[in-house]
């Protein structure tokens, strides 16, 4: 582990991702239909804004880390004269490979599936697209819509999870995040990069978005936050190889495995 680790380490700040988890199931506890009403019915599509969503104390961790990563371990995205800074690679960053940890947890799938209805969420343990962002004073990032397929794991987006973490950030800096309408002509709503700040919104083709004014802040602060992507795999079943259990039986005539539960495993009992 690098320098930066090990400071971490030492200082013994590092929150543990059942710490993480239970501040959130603690705090929401019992308000997932609440939840899932509000993010429904927000426009233009399914949308959820929270505010201190996860523990203060982890967002100043994660804003801290965000200074101090090696700069080769960004890159910089500049589509459609957009820019941000984008890292991905965790090796420097031990606080954020905690929180991907609790967020890629069953625990916090089986959360996202009932707040949003979606089931059979699937993380991205490559983190293609996501992970820390960071944009400066001057840059925006262009009203878009968002990938839909994720080359690596082979699965299609079905959540798009934000959290920021910048102290102090005024209105008047602009960055706030911008869902528009679906022909792409006005924006219906807006979220700010507060401190702690989690944005959730559902996939949808036409879900155009962005923080398209330039950002004015003062040239020592910067917009920050970490993306988290979430999938669905719209795989079919082989029909030459349909889903089974684990196999411990084995039909030596017919060369080949069976489960004792299927029908033709009771033929076998049967029959002997």
Same mark, same amino acid.
Request: hydrophobic share 30%.
């Given at each position: 582990?690098?320098?930066?680790?090990?400071?971490?380490?030492?200082?013994?700040?590092?929150?543990?991702?059942?710490?993480?988890?239970?501040?959130?199931?603690?705090?929401?506890?019992?308000?997932?239909?609440?939840?899932?009403?509000?993010?429904?019915?927000?426009?233009?599509?399914?949308?959820?804004?929270?505010?201190?969503?996860?523990?203060?104390? !982890? =967002?100043?961790? *994660? &804003?801290?880390?965000?200074?101090?990563? /090696?700069?080769?371990?960004?890159?910089?995205?500049?589509?459609?004269?957009?820019?941000?800074?984008?890292?991905?690679?965790?090796?420097?960053?031990?606080?954020?490979?905690?929180?991907?940890?609790?967020?890629?947890?069953?625990?916090?799938?089986?959360?996202?599936?009932?707040?949003?209805?979606?089931?059979?969420?699937?993380?991205?343990?490559?983190?293609?697209?996501?992970?820390?962002?960071?944009?400066?004073?001057?840059?925006?990032?262009?009203?878009?819509?968002?990938?839909?397929?994720?080359?690596?794991?082979?699965?299609?987006?079905? !959540? =798009?999870?934000? *959290? &920021?973490?910048?102290?102090?950030?005024? /209105?008047?800096?602009?960055?706030?995040?911008?869902?528009?309408?679906?022909?792409?002509?006005?924006?219906?709503?807006?979220?700010?990069?507060?401190?702690?700040?989690?944005?959730?919104?559902?996939?949808?083709?036409?879900?155009?978005?962005?923080?398209?004014?330039?950002?004015?802040?003062?040239?020592?602060?910067?917009?920050?936050?970490?993306?988290?992507?979430?999938?669905?795999?719209?795989?079919?079943?082989?029909?030459?190889?349909?889903?089974?259990?684990?196999?411990?039986?084995?039909?030596?005539?017919?060369?080949?495995?069976?489960?004792?539960?299927?029908?033709?495993?009771?033929?076998?009992?049967?029959?002997?």
């Amino acid at each position: 582990m690098g320098t930066l680790g090990q400071k971490h380490l030492d200082r013994g700040k590092l929150m543990r991702d059942s710490e993480i988890l239970e501040y959130i199931f603690t705090k929401y506890k019992d308000k997932e239909r609440d939840l899932n009403e509000q993010y429904r019915y927000t426009p233009p599509y399914p949308t959820l804004s929270l505010d201190e969503f996860i523990p203060p104390q !982890l =967002s100043e961790l *994660l &804003y801290e880390e965000s200074k101090t990563i /090696p700069k080769d371990y960004w890159t910089a995205f500049t589509r459609a004269d957009s820019y941000m800074e984008e890292c991905k690679d965790l090796t420097e960053a031990p606080v954020a490979r905690q929180l991907v940890s609790a967020f890629h947890s069953r625990e916090f799938l089986t959360w996202l599936s009932q707040v949003c209805d979606v089931k059979h969420l699937l993380p991205d343990p490559y983190l293609v697209g996501a992970g820390y962002m960071k944009s400066f004073r001057g840059d925006s990032l262009k009203i878009h819509s968002d990938f839909n397929w994720n080359e690596e794991c082979q699965t299609h987006r079905a !959540l =798009s999870l934000i *959290l &920021y973490f910048t102290p102090d950030w005024k /209105p008047e800096w602009h960055g706030d995040l911008q869902f528009w309408d679906f022909e792409k002509k006005r924006k219906v709503v807006s979220y700010p990069p507060k401190m702690g700040n989690m944005v959730l919104w559902k996939y949808h083709k036409r879900g155009f978005h962005g923080h398209p004014n330039p950002i004015d802040c003062p040239e020592d602060k910067f917009r920050v936050g970490f993306r988290f992507f979430y999938y669905i795999s719209d795989s079919k079943h082989d029909w030459r190889d349909p889903p089974h259990k684990s196999l411990y039986w084995y039909d030596k005539d017919k060369n080949q495995p069976y489960h004792i539960d299927t029908e033709y495993g009771h033929k076998q009992l049967k029959d002997d």
